[in-house]
Structure formats: C-alpha cells, structure tokens
T-cell receptor
Framework: GNSVTQMEGPVTLSEEAFLTINCTYT??????LFWYVQYPGEGLQLLLK?????DKGSNKGFEATYRKETTSFHLEKGSVQVSDSAVYFC???????????FGKGTRLHILP | DGGITQSPKYLFRKEGQNVTLSCEQN?????MYWYRQDPGQGLRLIYY???????QKGDIAEGYSVSREKKESFPLTVTSAQKNPTAFYLC??????????????FGEGSRLTVL
C-alpha cells in the first residue's frame, strides 16, 4: 500500500539556518506529492505541491523536488525564520485513489 | 469569507457519552474528510465523503459515525464505542478534482478531551 515516511522531530535550528526535512514515499502508481504546514492551534495549510517527476514545488521560500528515482520529496529552505516554527507534513495522493496519505509530521523549532 | 468551520473548538465529555463535532463549509466543495491527529501519529483518516448521502470508512472508522445529508455539512459523532477518543479532530474539504490531486482545505480543528 501507499505510505509516507518523514524524519522524526523535533528539529531545532537557529534563525537563518538551512533547513532540510526528509520525506520518502511508497506508491503503487504515480502520485502527487505535497507539503502541508500546521501552525500552533490551527488546521493544516497546503505549503507546496508537485504532480510529476522532476517537478519542483515552491512557496514562501520553501522548495521540494519530486525525485522518482529516490522516491523522495525533501523540504528545504535556505534561511529559516522564527515564524517558520510549525509542524510540517509530507503527503501523497495516488491518482485514482480517494485517500490522501500523510506522514507523521515533523515539528520545527526556530530559535531567535 | 469562504472556509471551513469546525465547532466546538474545545470539548470535554465524560466517558461513555456520545459527542458530535460539527464541520461546515461554504466553499461548494464536493468531498469532505475527517482526520484524527495524535502526538507522534500524524493524521489518520476516519471517514470521507465525495457526494451527498454517501461516505466511506477510512483507516480508523471504528467507534465513529458520520452523515452527509447536505453538501456543506459533514458532522462526526464519536460514540462510546471509541476506546480512546481524546484527540484533535480535523475536518477538510476539496473539489472533486482536489480529491484526486490531494489539495485539501482544513478547518481549525476540534480538541476533544474525555474525562
């Protein structure tokens, strides 16, 4: 079955540090991949997406590239801010399947 | 403004009582979902519905029930059969296209605590 595995947190970084949160997936078809972000006390928001291999999703300085050969979709940001502190979820949607599968989430703390 | 509204935001109930969580959307979305979020577990799908009067079980449907009598509403009942109901519950919706592409719109969640 389909699944998403992402690095366990919490991840703690200083402001302006480089961020990578790893995500790998298993899918029977050709999924679309997503990163969602959850700020404290809120629901999830779509951060970025990629629908086919080699696509790069980007938003708010975050980027992730759909790598079919390594079945990965790692989230990166060159210089994090305190306001980036949140929980980040990697997710996939396998075309033709009604379900959207989420990873367990990675909590990110950015220190000023 | 368009969006998804969940209520109540916080709910306390005694063990053995049924509780119903409300989810309303005015985005004209066809598909609606209920997820449960526990620390370290991520999001787990409880039920989902793609059209009115139809819904499917997700991965952890036992102890829960839903209805979809109106397009804009998808209430979740946590029954006394749910063994560990204390959790954060998230409702989401999307278009039919989004149900395939995975672009969900989430409410702010309801935190249920069973005493």
């Amino acid at each position: 079955g389909n699944s998403v595995t992402q690095m366990e947190g919490p991840v703690t970084l200083s402001e302006e540090a480089f961020l990578t949160i790893n995500c790998t997936y298993t899918a029977t078809g050709y999924p679309s991949l997503f990163w969602y972000v959850q700020y404290p006390g809120e629901g999830l928001q779509l951060l970025l997406k990629a629908t086919k291999a080699d696509d790069k999703g980007s938003n708010k300085g975050f980027e992730a590239t759909y790598r079919k050969e390594t079945t990965s979709f790692h989230l990166e940001k060159g210089s994090v801010q305190v306001s980036d502190s949140a929980v980040y979820f990697c997710a996939l949607s396998d075309h033709g399947d009604d379900k959207i599968i989420f990873g367990k989430g990675t909590r990110l703390h950015i220190l000023p | 403004d368009g969006g998804i509204t969940q209520s109540p935001k916080y709910l306390f109930r005694k063990e053995g009582q049924n509780v119903t969580l409300s989810c309303e959307q005015n985005l004209n979305h066809d598909a609606m979902y209920w997820y449960r979020q526990d620390p370290g577990q991520g999001l787990r799908l409880i039920y989902y519905s793609q059209i009115v009067n139809d819904f499917q079980k997700g991965d952890i449907a036992e102890g829960y029930s839903v209805s979809r009598e109106k397009k804009e509403s998808f209430p979740l009942t946590v029954t006394s059969a749910q063994k560990n109901p204390t959790a954060f519950y998230l409702c989401a919706s999307t278009t039919m296209e989004g149900s395939v592409t995975g672009e969900l719109f989430f409410g702010e969640g309801s935190r249920l605590t069973v005493l």
